[in-house]
């Protein structure tokens, strides 16, 4: 059982940094059009070089 | 719409996005805080809605034709929103942006950015979205706890579980649980029994006797269910959330068209100032094209006027000298000069917005499904959890801790985590399919009025029809008749002339020569042909007959006038809809301020039998309030300022993006395009959605029905509430998603 001591802070620690990376995310603006990033990774636009 | 009035990017930060007006026919008046805002342009930042913008492909189109236009900086694409939001210079014109677009096929409207910047940033749903992120978090890691203890983590091991999830739970509830306990607070203090109260009840008290457990080492803990009953019912928060923001950023934000400013002519100088500073027995002046600002008689200039948006009168009135003109009317031909009789409150335009205010007096508060549903179940609720209390400790002989348990236990159970996404995943998978198809569902309860409906009511001039004029009869002249007409017509800008020119252009006609062009405002255009004086404009210039219907009349110095009718272009899908409105049974009537012939021959058209012209806006509303009194439910689409008064006491209503203002204001529902088609749809897909919420209902009653009676006689677990919970939250959300 003394695995848990490592375990349970692991486990808390990978779920906080989600955590971390979804405020990041949201303060971006990464949830502000689903739908337009969904489609817009089907344009051809910016294949060669990305939008400057 | 070619008038588009130019607002330039402003810091409206003192006022939310839909900031409640006391009338919503006031906002036809632009208000005293938006002259202000008037102020010296910057860079402009121009938002645009284009309804029609579904897939990548018009990502690409669009963003490209923005960028092609010179003085665009940059521009970007927001398909959920629909809208794009360009960067450019200063003195960029929306209406440039707009008719680019135009060019590469997407109808646009242009937003107000003030306004809009407050929603784009949308503080409460980021705040909702955050909140719903951390209880998400916390559930996760909360339920790998709970799982081990339910696969039997004994003793020593269970109770530091226990503690370890209630270190992650008790922050959890206090942060995620807010929005929760605030409405709680709200709806007590205000001495109603909401949705709320038993919500945060059940969670403070599943944290709270699941810390008194974990403390005497107990064997249930309730922290998973707190923290998943706030993950689910702030998900469905957030999508109730979602889907109005949506709707009123998009709806209530397009452009006022009315004009904030006019120009005064004071001691023989123009002076452009805010409509409120006029006052009565100033002069003003109003260029071609432009909406008449306040109420006026013409001292100077002679003119026609539009009066459609007004009265629905199709064909344009004549102005000169001594004519009265109301605000909101359009002149079309020449410049004039009004003397101001009336301003501000006592314009005409004010007057109809008192209308308003007592049509919507009237409405009567509805009370959505959900809110039936909640005025029964909240107290149903208390109720079983107080006598489970009162029961177990009178049978158990006083035993606290076990008789508070079960109470608990019952508060979880039948928390309505089911309830609480019930309406909000039909509503916005309901109201998602609509803004594909270009509706924008303005009002929360919109979708079950609009399923209720059994009468419909609409509207002529710009609601049935497009309020753009159309040649009808190019084959019964002559074709030198005709081309020396249309030379004549491409010297005016009035919109008959453009009708004209258009029709013409169509049947292949090539423009005479015709020299000497000269328009005569308020009349017509003259010139000169083979020597002679040919003249095309009103009946009464060329000594013609008039027609009774609308018509331009061409004399070519010889023979009898002759007369150009035309009629009003109807709107794609409108017969298509009238068809299909009166298969499915439904009463359809056509109430117009337009004259008889206009109105008998539009109804003609659509195959509408009961119609009635000449109305009146009073008469509008008095119609829509008659047919409510017999107890039907009247759907009413309309656009114009006259429609204002009957599209806020019907059941519904429905406007297209292009009426004025306050029709959209007044109105629940706001179709986007152009096409009237998505009207049948939005029925269809209504009486769906309510039948859906319907049997969610059901559903989570019936998950009620079976873990209550366990909840009761003590045999629930916290894994038992668990199941319940997570089973009926997605089976509801499933049931939402089957929608067609």
């Not at chain 2, 509303?621 to 429609?643: K, S, Y």
Request: charged letters at 20%; glycine letters at 8%.
């Amino acid at each position: 059982m003394a695995i848990l001591t490592i375990l349970i802070p692991v486990s808390l620690l990978l779920g906080g940094v989600g955590l971390v990376a979804f405020f990041w995310a949201l303060k971006k603006g990464q949830f502000d059009d689903p739908q337009g990033d969904a489609s817009r990774i089907l344009t051809k636009d910016y294949d060669e070089k990305p939008k400057s | 719409m070619a008038l588009v009035e130019r607002i330039t990017p402003d810091t409206r930060g003192d006022e939310g996005p839909g900031a409640p007006s006391a009338c919503p026919a006031c906002i036809a008046a632009p208000s005293a805080e938006r002259l202000a805002q008037m102020a010296a342009p910057q860079d402009a930042r121009v938002m645009l809605s284009i309804p029609a913008a579904h897939c990548a492909a018009c990502i690409s189109t669009v963003e490209s034709a923005m960028a092609a236009v010179p003085g665009v900086r940059s521009a970007r694409v927001n398909l959920t929103m629909k809208r794009v939001s360009v960067d450019a210079d200063a003195d960029m014109e929306p209406a440039t942006l707009i008719a680019a677009l135009k060019g590469v096929g997407y109808e646009a409207h242009e937003l107000d950015a003030g306004l809009l910047s407050a929603t784009e940033t949308d503080r409460q749903g980021r705040d909702l979205l955050m909140r719903l992120g951390v209880a998400g978090f916390s559930m996760m890691n909360v339920m790998l706890l709970s799982v081990a203890v339910w696969s039997g983590a004994e003793d020593a091991t269970r109770d530091l579980f226990h503690w370890i999830s209630g270190a992650i739970a008790l922050p959890t509830v206090v942060f995620a649980g807010q929005p929760f306990f605030k409405s709680a607070w709200a709806s007590l203090r205000a001495g109603r029994l909401g949705m709320d109260v038993p919500i945060s009840l059940a969670l403070i008290l599943a944290s709270g006797i699941s810390v008194f457990e974990t403390m005497n080492s107990g064997h249930h803990a309730y922290f998973d269910a707190a923290v998943m009953l706030s993950f689910f019912l702030l998900a469905g928060r957030y999508l109730d959330h979602r889907t109005r923001a949506v709707a009123r950023s998009a709806a209530e934000e397009l452009a006022a068209l009315e004009v904030p400013r006019a120009s005064r002519l004071l001691d023989g100088e123009e002076k452009l100032v805010p409509i409120s500073e006029l006052a009565v027995g100033d002069l003003v002046r109003v260029r071609p094209g432009g909406r008449m600002p306040v109420d006026g008689v013409v001292v100077e200039g002679t003119s026609e006027v539009d009066r459609s948006l007004l009265t629905g009168e199709s064909l344009p009135a004549w102005a000169g000298p001594d004519s009265v003109v109301s605000a909101g009317e359009v002149n079309l031909t020449g410049p004039l000069i009004l003397r101001v009789t009336a301003a501000g409150r006592d314009s005409s335009l004010h007057r109809m917005a008192d209308l308003v205010a007592v049509a919507e007096a009237a409405k009567t508060r509805y009370t959505s499904l959900a809110e039936r549903a909640a005025k029964l179940y909240s107290p149903l609720v208390h109720l079983l959890s107080f006598s489970a209390f009162g029961f177990w400790m009178w049978k158990t002989g006083g035993d606290l801790r076990f008789a508070v348990n079960i109470s608990a236990a019952v508060l979880i159970i039948t928390c309505p985590c089911a309830l609480g996404l019930a309406v909000p995943a039909v509503v916005t998978a309901a109201s998602g399919k609509l803004f594909r198809k270009g509706l924008l569902i303005k009002h929360g309860t919109a979708l079950e009025r609009l399923a209720e409906v059994d009468t419909v009511v609409f509207d002529k001039t710009g609601t049935l029809t497009l309020g753009v004029p159309e040649l009808t009869n190019p084959g019964e002249h002559p074709r030198q008749a005709a081309e020396v007409a249309m030379a004549l017509a491409q010297a005016s800008g009035h919109p008959l002339a453009l009708a004209l020119v258009q029709g013409a252009k169509a049947a292949g006609l090539h423009p005479a020569m015709v020299s000497d062009l000269r328009e005569v405002p308020g009349y017509g255009v003259e010139g000169q042909w083979r020597g002679r004086t040919v003249r095309l404009g009103r009946a009464g210039w060329c000594q013609a007959e008039a027609l009774p219907v609308t018509a331009t009349y061409l004399c070519l110095g010889e023979g009898k006038p002759r007369a150009f009718t035309f009629a009003d272009r109807l709107r794609p899908g409108a017969a298509d809809l009238v068809a299909a409105l009166q298969a499915q049974g439904l009463p359809v009537r056509l109430i117009s301020g337009d004259t008889s012939a206009a109105v008998a021959a539009m109804a003609g058209r659509l195959g509408i039998t009961d119609w009635q012209a000449e109305a009146l806006p009073a008469e509008k509303a008095a119609l829509v309030a008659d047919l409510t009194a017999e107890g039907r439910r009247v759907l009413m689409v309309g656009d114009g300022l006259n429609d204002t008064a009957a599209l806020a006491a019907a059941h519904v209503s429905i406007s297209p993006a292009s009426a004025l203002d306050a029709a959209r204001v007044a109105s629940d529902i706001v179709l986007l395009g152009q096409d009237m088609a998505p009207i049948a749809d939005a029925l269809r897909i209504s009486r769906q959605a309510t039948r859906r919420i319907r049997e969610n209902f059901a559903l989570s009653a019936g998950y009620n029905v079976v873990a209550v009676p366990l909840a009761l006689v003590g045999l629930a677990t916290p894994l038992a509430a668990a199941l319940a919970m997570s089973l009926s939250s997605i089976s509801v959300s499933l049931n939402a998603l089957r929608l067609k």
